[in-house]
């Protein structure tokens, strides 16, 4: 592990700029145009947002970012995170009433919001008297006059000279809660930073000039460190996809070379891909990932959910190289990154600013980007450590000599049966990811019994004719349950008529959590 000097959000953001200076960094679609904004031109537009932020108040405010990716997003979360402040991001899809709740546990002094999140941010104010201050950001002229009145020559240009404290909180980060009370993750600066500080063990993902997509939303870590931070630290040009529902469009408007995706992405893509090669047949599978994903395409790197080796394979023959890696927000993000020399089914190597151990089968990490812990919730906070200061990341996993990590389930998820013995969910569940009569499953125990839950797919039964959708599961599971141990025998079975729901980050959400 190592501990290298962590450069500061304004020394990384001012570095870019010196390098890169006109290059473009940054860009979007907007009235129908491609807009693009360089390195130096998003430095500046973040210092003013900076000094306009800090006029505000004399005090150190938290603000709360309500809005879809965009321009204004992102000066934003630089001018915050630059100014001493603190950065709250959440969904847009989120409630006016959970908004009111939120922001009042996280003591949200500044809301900024998007145009289409206006009528509840009037609620909000209705709502919660503690918040100060709430400008819409999807209000260009208004920011396009901020960045002129804050510039570096105006009369408060002192206001940006400030030294951020790197080990104060720069962030809180709700956690998606699949279960629970959600908690606000707090990192600091040299966590958000120095998380992107690691060394690459593909050596060709990221380079410089090279087009990325940013199509996750930025209230993710994932994200917000990834497609952000990160590409301003190395170099890349960023197309902000904006609203999911752009993504085919984007990809053939911008064609980026390197994509950050979760597994549902990576499976919806394939499947165009696909249906472009059924209706051409004697085209070359290369050809048919360009009409989907642009003539440059090389790089999916996955994160937030189980990726399928199969769909590794499948992005293979399409000359795709997709591959996953690890992390959780209270570890600043990134515990392993993918590498193409480690197991298809591992993700990826662990970090070398980060150690690893397995304890009583859990995955714990040492880091120096770990959460300063959950706002005031000490006692939830401490529960996430070692006696010895390790991360608990509630995975159950293991790793090997040259570190290369696995998961292998959810300490959460795990069945203690009556006779003692510990059964893995996720084990039993990943028997069914080769079934094409199988859409979702979740596994669990009822009455001291292995039960799986399963939403079919039903354009497969649609389309096979298939009458009796129970006998053919219950057969399935029948063959399966010949060759399982004892304790992973599958002893009924449900079927649902709806998929199962899913948190704001497309984590399923299991029969036990609702």
Known sequence: MTDNKTPTVRELLDRAAQIYEEKTFLKFVRGGKIEERSYRTTQQNALAVCRWIRSLSDKRMHVALISKTSYEYITCLTGILISGNVAIPFSPDISAAEAIKLLERADVDLLLFENEFAAKAAQIKEGYPG????????????????????????????????????????????????????????????????NIMYHDYCADIFNETD??????????????????????????????????????????????????????????????????????????????????????????????????????????????????????????????????????DSVGRVIDVCKARIHHGEIQVLTPTRMIGYYKMPEETKAMFTDDGWLKTGDIGYLTVDNQLFITGRVKNLIILSNGENVSPEAIEKKFDHEPIIDEVVVYAENDRIVAEIYPNYDYIEENMIEDVNAVIEAMIDTMNLTAKPSHVIASFKLRSEPFPRTGSGKMIRPSAL
């Open 131 to 194: 918040l100060q201050f709430a400008v819409n950001i999807g209000d260009e002229s208004y920011f396009n006059e901020i960045y002129e009145t804050y510039d570096s020559s105006c009369d408060c240009a002192s206001l940006s000279d400030f030294a951020v404290d790197p080990e104060a909180c720069a962030c809180m980060i709700f956690t998606s809660g699949t279960t629970g009370v959600r908690k606000g993750v707090m990192l600091s600066t040299k966590a958000l930073v120095g």
């Open 211 to 344: 087009v990325a997509l940013s199509v996750l939303p930025m209230y993710h870590i994932y994200c917000f460190t990834g497609d952000y931070l990160k590409n301003l630290k190395d170099g890349l040009q960023v197309a902000l996809n904006g609203d999911l529902r752009n993504i085919v469009q984007n990809l053939t408007l911008f064609e980026p070379r390197v994509m950050r995706v979760v597994p549902m992405i990576a499976q919806t893509l394939l499947r165009r891909v696909k249906a472009v090669l059924s209706r051409n047949p004697d085209m070359e599978p290369r050809d048919a990932a360009k009409k989907v994903f642009g003539r440059n395409m090389k790089w999916l790197i996955s994160g937030g959910a189980y990726l399928d080796p199969a769909l590794i394979a499948e992005y293979e023959k399409f000359g795709i190289y997709l591959r996953q890696g690890y992390g959780m927000t209270e570890a600043g993000c990134r515990i392993s990154v993918p590498d193409e020399s480690a197991a298809v």
